[in-house]
């Protein structure tokens, strides 16, 4: 079809490209450019984290102690000596109490937190600032202030409670099992209302309130509104932040080990501290590798229930 | 948009190798000590003062490295690792067994001479440093772990030295009832490395072991059961305190909230530091023979000491290396007549402990009346150490605490033990 403009008054289409372009187009020379920009994390991914993850599943399988300097193939032996041993599978047990409590605990009161914060009154700005301290302490530091409030000959809270007559003489909280489990999900719980509360507060400030008013206008109490109105539409963020919360709390090592050790004997010995406990004060790699495959695979479900999510929504 | 080409990229790749071999570059050209003497506050100028004039004598600078005294163990078998082990390192008595595992340990027998060192040092006193026969490590200060009374307390409590252990029950109550808010005897019910030598004594006192020199575990005997109950029976009637690790009795003791504890004669030097008395506290640290099950049975002590070992490597390469030479002068009167009596231990030297600075100090005279003859630590000496105490504290540590009957962790302690034991072959 005649266009009525002369082919030969337009640029000739070259059959080879220019010899400054970039090969295979500009667009893969930004991958390849991503690709440059993704090796130092690579790199220090796979020296961090996925070489002594892969040296320790082979460890796994071996006898490795201060007997044995040079490890040794077992098979899965120290997967049988784990089956076999009451201490281990109690920390399963310890886990498994720790991160339901304190997950639990977090998410109530960080939502009630997140509820009360989300009022207006005067100072709202200023406690909400206030409110992230403990987040934004050190976490040995939380510790030590926990351990100073549990602590047997100089507490405050055995202070309180002897001074008042409410027990006779000072309590030694953390030498129970109940008390240093109790003191160790009180921690957990306190220095993390601060980041559940947040997820809450912002969840809740895109929550419609002529909806809200409308509700109320209805009759609505404030528990059906909680119920009907609230929850439904925080569920996403409820989601993930139980989610995190969970593994959060599988992984959870510093404030254990500062405020009780794992103690009293094995009272709050999760795994993380178990991990330890065998690797540095037995010296056992061997199992310590082992049983660390076996926390890892317990944190595996709710990481792959978290990507997932995530992946979905972007 | 940053654009590489393959040399600068090439670049990259060799920072990133040098970054990964960063251990091998971060170790010190210096010979280096890793101690936990030089990690205690009151004790650090004592150490540098040693590193100080070692240098001035030999002109070899000697890198301090400290590290707290329940970790030093941990960093040597990690650095072993990662190959960044110290020239030397001190030690407790007890962890030799398990460090003596490491490859890069140094024969000492060989670096500075088995026949000098015999010469220098009394059989009982070498035996601390070796292993298997052979000399892993030099003794630095040596003495005894044994029972000390706060005489301030036990005058406030109108009470005079306990001989047995009964009395030794009436005088806690005494303090007890009679000295607000203190702890009796501050045993340490706290940490699996502190936890065995207070029980060890214990079971002793009540004529039973744990372990004998063949490996065979002994703990599950009637005298075992005893002590367990005894320890048991403090912690009900709160004579003793729970959450109490050695550093807790020294504090307790030197501020006057406890009458008795155990520790080595170093507890001198943490007692002076921790009353703000300086020697003035001496007046009160009272080292006394450990209260007996019955009149005429033996008071108990364990042997206890520091060593030092040296490590395979740069400074140790022969005979005129910086660590041989440093080994050898931690050997001489120079540091076994300044640094021991500071530390209020003694010598390891025979010719350091006949130093007028050591024979006039009445408190080594009552310290060696006071604890006798003492003997060997009987988990301490296995490879399998640490794991051993771990067993023993958890299970003392149950008992005390009323998780288990004082039997039941007892019979718990003896098949733990054995299996732990079977294990290490």
């Not at chain 1, 709050?268 to 065998?278: D, G, H, K, P």
């Not at chain 2, 948009?1 to 990964?20: I, T, Y």
């Not at chain 2, 590193?51 to 004598?57: R, T």
């Not at chain 2, 300044?338 to 010719?351: G, I, M, Q």
Request: glycine share 8%; with cysteine.
């Amino acid at each position: 079809m005649a266009t009525g403009v002369d082919a030969s008054l337009s640029p000739p289409l070259s059959p080879q490209p220019s010899p400054l372009a970039r090969k295979g187009g500009l667009k893969a020379h930004e991958r390849r450019i991503g690709r440059l920009f993704l090796l130092p994390a690579l790199a220090a991914f796979t020296l961090v984290i996925l070489y002594p993850f892969l040296r320790a599943i082979g460890y796994a399988f071996t006898r490795s102690n201060l007997q044995t300097p040079e490890p040794v193939y077992i098979g899965v032996a120290n997967f049988i000596s784990i089956l076999g041993s009451p201490e281990i599978l109690g920390a399963f047990a310890t886990t498994a109490i720790y991160v339901v409590f304190a997950t639990t605990g977090t998410v109530i009161l960080g939502l009630g937190w997140a509820l009360i914060l989300n009022q207006p009154f005067a100072g709202r700005s200023a406690l909400r600032a206030l409110t992230l301290i403990p987040w934004v302490l050190p976490s040995t530091v939380t510790a030590f202030i926990w351990g100073w409030i549990f602590n047997s000959r100089f507490g405050v809270l055995n202070a309180v409670l002897v001074s008042t007559g409410i027990i006779p003489f000072p309590t030694a909280w953390l030498s129970t099992t109940s008390g240093a489990m109790a003191a160790i999900v009180m921690t957990k719980i306190w220095f993390s209302i601060p980041l559940f509360m947040s997820f809450f507060l912002a969840g809740l400030q895109s929550l419609d309130k002529e909806q809200i008013d409308a509700a109320r206008v209805d009759g609505a109490s404030n528990y059906a509104l909680l119920r009907d109105h609230i929850l439904p539409h925080l569920r996403p963020v409820l989601l993930v932040v139980v989610v995190l919360g969970v593994i959060g709390n599988l992984q959870q090592f510093d404030t254990i080990f500062a405020l009780t050790g794992g103690g009293p004997v094995s009272a709050t010995s999760v795994l993380s501290i178990q991990v330890y406990r065998l690797a540095f004060d037995q010296w056992d790699i061997g199992m310590a590798s082992a049983l660390g495959l076996l926390w890892v695979a317990t944190i595996l479900p709710a990481a792959y229930f978290y990507l997932r999510h995530l992946l979905k929504g972007a | 948009m940053v654009d590489f080409n393959r040399r600068q990229f090439g670049g990259l790749l060799a920072s990133g190798a040098a970054l990964a071999n960063y251990p091998a570059l971060a170790q010190s050209a210096n010979p280096s000590f890793m101690s936990f003497t030089f990690a205690e506050d009151p004790n650090r100028p004592m150490v540098q003062k040693v590193i100080d004039d070692f240098k001035a004598q030999s002109g070899i600078s000697m890198e301090p490295i400290g590290s707290a005294w329940g970790d030093v163990q941990k960093n040597l078998l990690l650095r072993q690792r990662s190959k960044t082990l110290p020239t030397t390192a001190q030690l407790s008595e007890r962890w030799l067994p398990a460090i003596a595992t490491i490859p890069e340990i140094v024969d000492l027998d060989q670096a500075l001479g088995r026949a000098k060192l015999e010469a220098a040092i009394d059989p009982a006193v070498l035996a601390m440093g070796q292993v298997g026969g052979k000399t892993f490590a030099i003794p630095l200060i040596t003495g005894s772990i044994g029972m000390i009374a706060n005489k301030e307390v036990l005058e406030k409590a109108g009470i005079g030295v306990p001989k047995t252990l009964a009395e030794f029950r009436s005088a806690l109550l005494a303090i007890r009832d009679k000295v607000p808010n203190s702890v009796p005897f501050a045993a340490v019910t706290k940490n699996p490395s502190a936890i065995p030598l207070d029980f060890m004594i214990m079971v002793w006192l009540h004529g039973g072991r744990i372990i004998d020199e063949s490996g065979k575990v002994l703990i599950g005997s009637d005298a075992g059961r005893a002590a367990m109950a005894f320890m048991a029976g403090l912690m009900k009637d709160r004579l003793i305190a729970p959450e109490l690790d050695r550093p807790d009795s020294r504090r307790l003791f030197a501020q006057g909230a406890s009458g008795f504890f155990i520790d080595a004669p170093q507890a001198r030097s943490f007692v002076r530091s921790f009353s703000g008395k300086g020697e003035a506290a001496d007046a009160f640290v009272l080292p006394i023979p450990t209260p007996v099950l019955k009149a005429g049975d033996t008071p108990r002590s364990i042997q206890w000491g520091h060593l030092v070992c040296a490590f395979k490597g740069a400074g140790m390469e022969d005979a005129n290396a910086p660590g041989v030479k440093w080994l050898n002068y931690l050997l001489s009167d120079a540091v076994q007549g300044s640094l021991a009596p500071a530390l209020s231990a003694l010598p390891v030297t025979k010719t350091g402990q006949k130093l007028p600075i050591v024979q006039n100090d009445p408190f080594f005279k009552n310290w060696a009346q006071a604890t006798g003859v003492p003997l060997t630590n009987e988990i301490g000496i296995w490879s399998n150490g640490p794991e051993l105490a771990t067993i023993l504290s958890e299970e003392f540590q149950a008992a005390i605490l009323g998780q288990k009957s004082s039997d039941a962790a007892i019979a718990s302690m003896q098949s733990r033990m054995e299996a732990s034991m079977l294990k290490r072959g």
